[in-house]
């Protein structure tokens, strides 16, 4: 079980707003940034957000995230079929956990 | 742009060392402020950071693997590799190379394809 809570599914249907958790603690998410990847099918991770709310050159502003306390989120808004893929939050970690750790995934399903 | 790019052995028996190699083009593995990282991914599970190794040769492991872990880097042939000691069929996995340090020490910006090791006898 993953020290960074995440739902292991979450859906929406094209055009509408999805947004996907994750949970964590004093130790990592409440002390340190929060990163999102994206891993579409039978593909290699993609950075999606880092440093909390930053978006990397490239990827479309219908990603946004936030970060309040011991948790983040990732939000997906006018959802496409082709943001049909996991999702993982990953922090850094300032116990004997770390130095890094990722969240369990969500797999979103665009209906 | 730069790109990474995982080698080595696709079936590891137990007991023995699983050894891969991440190749770097578009760009010098001996940059200022990077970091060359590897992670793991259990087929349908999720991501499990290994360890790093900086352009300096200074090294970080996930606690749970520190005892198995050994990474290095080869800057004349622009790579770096990770050998996982006694291996056991829970190390049977998608093992992925990376590059941090563009926006920060953990954030991973480019990712190599990944290779399947699988732990059988």
């Known amino acids: 079980q993953s020290v960074l809570t995440q739902p292991p599914s979450a859906s929406g249907t094209p055009g509408q707003r999805v947004t996907i958790s994750c949970s964590g603690s004093?130790?990592?998410?409440?002390?340190?940034?929060v990163t999102w990847y994206q891993q579409l099918p039978g593909t290699a991770p993609k950075l999606l957000i880092y440093?909390?709310?930053h978006r990397p050159s490239g990827v479309p502003d219908r990603f946004s995230a936030s970060k309040s306390g011991t948790s983040a989120s990732l939000a997906i808004s006018g959802l496409q079929s082709e943001d049909e893929a996991d999702y993982y939050c990953?922090?850094?970690?300032?116990?004997?956990?770390?130095?890094?750790?990722f969240g369990g995934g969500t797999k979103l399903t665009v209906l | 742009q730069v790109q990474l790019q995982e080698s080595g052995p696709g079936l590891v028996k137990p007991s023995q060392t699983l050894s891969l190699t991440c190749t770097v083009s578009g760009g010098s593995i001996s940059s200022d402020s990077f970091y060359w990282n590897w992670i793991r991914q259990p087929a349908g599970k999720g991501l499990e950071f290994i360890g790093r190794?900086?352009?300096?040769?200074?090294?970080n492991f996930s606690p749970s693997l520190r005892s198995r872990v050994t990474i290095s880097v080869d800057r004349s042939k622009n790579q770096f590799s990770l050998n996982l000691s006694s291996v056991t069929a829970a190390d049977t996995a998608m093992y992925y190379c990376?590059?941090?340090?563009?926006?920060?020490?953990?954030?991973?910006?480019?990712w190599g394809q990944g290779t399947l090791v699988s732990v059988s006898s």
């Open positions: 004093s130790s990592n998410i409440g002390t340190n940034t």
């Open positions: 190794i900086s352009t300096g040769g200074g090294t």
């Open positions: 990376a590059r941090s340090g563009v926006m920060g020490g953990y954030i991973f910006d480019s």
């Open positions: 990953e922090s850094w970690d300032d116990s004997l956990n770390g130095p890094v750790l």
């Open positions: 440093s909390n709310i």
